[in-house]
């Protein structure tokens, strides 16, 4: 007989905590002060462990160990190729490989700066911190659950989104089982032999992952939309076509000031209705339903207003040169704290008390063994 959670627990709305970690990856790309940085990371993780999705499988860990693969690498290739950063303290001194002239401001080897390294470790360190951050939001609410909120336009596109989200992590849950079976089974080998010999185990699961899925959804009815007109379809694609332009050259705008003029705001704003109105010329052909959707209550308004809140001050801490935001280079020095930006990112902590326990959380922490299923799922 399944155990049904206290009423206070539920799940939160996924838009909710996607609409969070998104601020806070649009944050961690508007600095590259280490400081900031790991305070980002910190408190994603903090929150991760008080408020994950259990049954969801555990993103947050894989995208933290690519965006730490995507530091040394870019690491490694500003010591093999350089950043264009004249002077400061030679700590290296590769020998150098002479390249022809039509690859003029590319060299392979030479002295490598310990002002490049860092700014390569700092430049890294910012894609990796936004890597967490999606990681994070992955944990919180999984993607499969956002997809069921999507506008029946995206509804594709946000199934190729869900699909590429979920590939590391699967690859990495499955290499861990395969790993783990081996072990068992009495081998414990290490390094790249290990790694050769799971390399066809992992393939052949993802495969047959790949299948079932495939069979799952086209036994769902997936892809199968309503009659349309040649009229109505080429309607839809005009308007998204247009509003994706006018967004893409509204946005360029915006961050060009050498542009700006009618090719920034007003055509950012155009891009937008017009995307909208395309948005909603496809959702007359959703025929989808949707069974106990989250309700939206004020924990989603709060996390919501964390996430624009964060994103927004740093966004306006970058554009007026705030001190402490960017790592300085020439001469290197440690950076400051600009406290407004961190008062903000700090206050995005307050995400654990705003929300509440998801179900199955709540249970393993009164030690039940089962709960009922989260809203919206089948146990």
């Known amino acids: 007989m399944a155990l049904v959670a206290h ?9 909710a905590w996607w609409a969070w970690g998104i601020g806070l990856a649009a944050a961690a790309s508007h ?15 903090w929150v991760v462990v008080e408020r994950r999705e259990l049954g969801a499988i555990d993103a947050f860990v894989p995208f933290l160990l690519i965006g730490l693969g995507a530091i040394a690498f870019r ?19 590769l020998p150098s490989v002479r390249l022809p002239s039509w690859v003029a401001g590319i060299r392979l080897g030479g002295p490598v700066s310990l002002e490049g390294v860092v700014a390569a470790a700092a430049e890294g360190a910012r894609l990796a911190t936004t890597l967490a951050c999606l990681g994070a939001a992955n944990a919180l609410a999984s993607p499969k659950r956002l997809l069921r909120y999507a506008p029946a336009t995206l509804y594709d596109i946000g199934t190729a989104v869900v699909v590429a989200l979920t590939f590391a992590p699967q690859l990495v849950e499955l ?9 068992l089974r009495g081998h414990s080998g290490r390094g790249l032999r290990e790694v050769a010999r799971i390399i066809v185990p992992v393939l052949s699961g993802t495969l047959d992952r790949s299948l079932d899925l495939a069979a799952s959804m086209e036994s769902r009815g997936y892809g199968r939309v309503p009659a349309l007109s040649r009229r109505q379809r080429t309607g839809a694609s005009s308007l998204a076509l247009v509003g994706a332009a006018g967004v893409v050259a509204g946005l360029f705008g915006v961050m060009s000031p050498s542009i700006g003029g009618v090719f920034g705001l007003p055509t ?35 996390l919501s207003a964390m996430g624009a809140a964060v994103a927004l001050s740093f966004l306006l801490a970058e554009s007026r040169g705030i001190p402490g935001m960017a790592l300085a280079q020439v001469p290197l020095a440690w950076p400051e704290l600009p406290w407004v930006p961190a008062a903000i990112l700090a206050a995005c902590a307050l995400a654990i008390p705003a929300t509440p326990l998801p179900p199955r ?17 089948v146990s």
């Open 361 to 377: 959380l709540a249970a393993r922490r009164r030690g039940l063994t089962h709960v009922s299923p989260p809203q919206g799922e």
């Open 31 to 45: 600095t590259t002060n280490p400081i900031l940085l790991v305070l980002i990371v910190v408190i994603a993780a």
């Open 175 to 183: 290499a861990g089982r395969v790993r783990t079976a081996r072990q």
């Open 7 to 15: 009423s206070r627990h539920r799940m939160v709305h996924p838009v």
């Open 75 to 93: 690491v490694v290739m500003t010591v093999v190729f350089g950043n264009g950063i004249p002077g400061g303290t030679i700590i290296l001194d």
């Open 268 to 302: 950012l704003v155009l891009g937008v209705l017009v995307s909208a109105g395309a948005l909603m010329v496809g959702a007359r052909t959703d025929t989808r339903t949707a069974y106990r959707r989250d309700p939206w209550r004020s924990p989603e308004w709060i």
